[in-house]
DNA sequence: AAATTTTTTAATCAAATGATTAATACACGA
DNA sequence: TCGTGTATTAATCATTTGATTAAAAAATTT
């Protein structure tokens, strides 16, 4: 009964870890088999138990991570008093297009298992980061007292992280590379700011 | 052996096919077991191989349908060379969140499955409307020479299905009712008109 | 009504899959 | 170097899952 991991084999288990993040946010929970982590982290399945227990739980490790990622700095950014909605939308996108741009399939994994299983992410999501709590939420609020904010958070989000989930769909249609879509994902650092102080403006 | 359908009992060919949407869409592909499908239509398991062959089959046809309802009526109306830009945005925006307030799940299961299997849907999707071409994109290659149309393509899209594919989220941190979404969404068919023209004019 | 075809069911198969086990290899302090 | 705990492997298990089969039931035709 070999299960306790005193002296753990950082190359190991990270390896395993490492491939985990690959076929997991690849091809998501469902249609990942344990056997496909085994093999691309190079080592025996039954490693794979042995130094997580289960699919489940490796799965729940990596997810985690990922959602840090994707939802971590977006919190202190937004709660922040001392910035102007300009200046947050403007860290945000830059922030996490730099991000996807180097993580590109974790937006449509995360928001994937979040609609799967929206029960077990329940408490870890919520009590993080209150949106309707958050400076912006007011910010917005005043500035457009006529329009519900939530619609200004779907437009940031959207505008920031909906290219990242249609771009296979894009790239399907027009045939855009690889390099071409970095390239205009850069650029919308710059313009999401612009766009989104335009739709605050408009009539 | 027998396999021919000569006379289609619908009744039944529905009752599987109308379950298999339902599961197919709620889980996707992978996720989804063929007994789920037949214990959502009632149905014995041997009867969904005898109306569809496979589980795959059946799929075939349940996501052709849907990308049917996510992009059959974008073609038209972008290619359209009678209608401005506004007056295009304005009917996109009115058909798809019509569509997807009774449809919410369409978004993330299409995407998401056009990126487990991009190749599949490649001659599909690629002949049917080249987004390149279409009227839409010139008249916005006109109207902002100094920004890639291809923005606007995905600020369109993204106004109008990200909402749709980040509920799940956005309920789970704001507690949003499912009532007040259906009002939100419906809120943005007339302010997404009036948020992308105001993005088209930004300086 | 008899014969034929179509639909439905229960039982079963073979492959895939998550997990475990028992044995072996390895590391390292006593 | 021996012994003990740790890491790794090959083999195997039990269940799940997509699919098939053979028989029964129902519908349709003759």
Redesign the pocket.
């Known amino acids: 009964?070999?299960k306790?991991?005193?002296?753990?084999?950082i190359?190991?288990e990270e390896k395993i870890k490492e491939a985990a993040r690959k076929v997991f946010t690849q091809k998501g929970y469902a249609a990942?088999?344990?056997?496909d982590i085994a093999e691309e982290a190079g080592?025996?399945?039954?490693?794979l138990?042995?130094y997580f227990?289960?699919?489940?739980k490796l799965f729940e490790i990596i997810i985690l991570e990922k959602m840090q990622i994707l939802f971590g700095k977006i919190g202190p950014t937004i709660m922040n008093e001392g910035t102007s909605i300009e200046e947050k939308v403007e860290l945000v996108a830059e922030h996490y297009i730099d991000t996807l741009v180097s993580n590109p399939d974790i937006p449509l994994f995360v928001l994937g298992e979040i609609k799967n299983n929206p029960d077990k992410f329940a408490k870890l999501i919520k009590t993080k980061t209150n949106i309707t709590n958050s400076a912006l939420f007011r910010q917005l609020a005043e500035r457009r007292p006529d329009i519900d904010p939530l619609h200004f958070i779907f437009n940031m989000l959207g505008l920031v992280i909906f290219p990242f989930i249609g771009k296979p769909l894009i790239q399907l249609i027009t045939g855009l590379e690889q390099q071409k879509a970095a390239a205009l994902m850069n650029e919308r650092k710059r313009l999401i700011k612009t766009w989104f102080v335009a739709m605050l403006e408009a009539p």
Chains 1, 2 share one sequence.
């Open positions: 009964m070999a306790a991991k005193i002296k753990a084999d190359s190991t990942t088999r344990t056997r080592i025996n399945l039954a490693l138990n042995y227990r289960s699919k489940e």
